[in-house]
């Protein structure tokens, strides 16, 4: 960790506090965002899991033309799913006319936008490459607007050789709260994936959401990335992240190639009343043996609709 804080000191006392005094507890961020704070108990606490997809399944098929974005969204009708997340580099073109046809494809087949996810990585070791990452943000904030979808997928991104673990916090911390209000103000969260690199760890994601503190920043919860350590295992490190999950993407096998205990990962969900997009991101890959996507997509789509029927009161 080399000269950062000690992560769990820094949860239990400044993160803590600094949120208290604001008014908010552990979990406001989500719950502000999602509107819970205005329920009853009851439904406060009521899991809302829905099933979606990512584009990025059918990688390969949007990559060589053989499917288009509208066919991937006819593709959640065919599978029976709730939501897509439109990961934007296979976006034909960012011109509106093309962001409201899509839009209106999917109002028509009611399917909904779970958000857009960008490749955007905030840790940048030259200051100019952080302020034109910045820049990227916002307009793909636009375009999640444009698409009349509510959530937009970020990075924080790989440690650069030679910087510090706490100097690469710095700087998302910093990116996040740059754009935080630009996005706050079109009413889109802001989801950090924990995904290779400074945010494998559980403790370094809940720093940069207590760091940031904004009802419209929380963690893309990829339940495979989180890495192992003395004291926490992945589960353990999902549900310490839960209060600040936005969309959670779902894969069957965690980085090491240890297959997922997918019930368990849902009960903790609904244990803690989550309400989010359980959405598909398939890895698959025939080099390794395993199904492609045309046949591995409709499999995992089916378990995360039992699941979802299983631990959702919807």
């Known amino acids: 960790m080399g000269g950062t804080i000690a992560r769990r000191d820094f949860l239990k006392t400044a993160g803590a506090g600094a949120l208290t005094g ?3 507890g552990m979990a406001a ?13 009851n439904a406060a606490n009521r899991p809302r899991l829905l099933a979606g997809c990512c584009a990025y399944s059918y990688r390969l098929a949007l990559q060589h033309g053989q499917m288009t974005m509208e066919e991937f969204i006819l593709k959640a009708v065919e599978l029976k ?15 509106p006319e093309y962001l ?37 943000i916002k307009q793909w904030i636009d375009v999640t607007d444009r698409l009349g979808a509510s959530h937009l997928r970020v990075f924080a991104g790989k440690l650069p ?10 700087w998302v911390v910093d990116g996040l709260n740059t754009v935080k209000d630009y996005a706050g103000a079109k009413g889109i ?23 940031v503190n904004s009802p419209y920043v929380g963690i893309n919860l990829d339940i495979t990335h989180f890495i192992p350590t003395a004291t926490e295992d992945p589960y353990a490190q999902i549900k310490a992240c839960l209060p600040y ?13 240890t297959p997922i205990d997918m019930d368990r990962v849902w009960k903790m969900y609904a244990e803690a009343g989550h309400k989010g997009y359980m959405s598909i991101e398939y890895e698959g890959d025939t080099r390794n043996g395993d199904e492609p996507a045309e046949t591995g997509v409709p499999k995992l789509a089916a378990k995360v609709r039992e699941l979802c029927r299983k631990y959702s009161s919807v």
């Open 22 to 24: 604001a008014g908010l």
């Open 29 to 41: 961020p989500r719950a502000l965002a999602s509107g819970d704070a205005g329920m009853s108990g």
């Open 81 to 95: 799913l709730d939501a897509v997340d439109m990961t934007v580099y296979f976006l034909k073109s960012t011109d």
């Open 100 to 136: 409201e046809n899509l839009r209106h494809l999917a109002y028509r087949n009611a399917v909904v936008f779970s958000g857009a996810a960008c490749g955007s990585s905030l840790v940048q070791a030259d200051p100019d490459k952080r302020a034109s990452v910045l820049t990227e």
């Open 161 to 170: 050789k030679g910087v510090a673990l706490k100097d690469a916090t710095n």
């Open 189 to 211: 969260m802001l989801g950090m994936e924990d995904h290779s690199g400074v945010t494998q760890s559980a403790d370094v994601c809940l720093e940069i959401m207590h760091r």
């Open 245 to 257: 999950a936005t969309v959670s993407h779902i894969r069957e096998k965690f980085d090491d190639g």
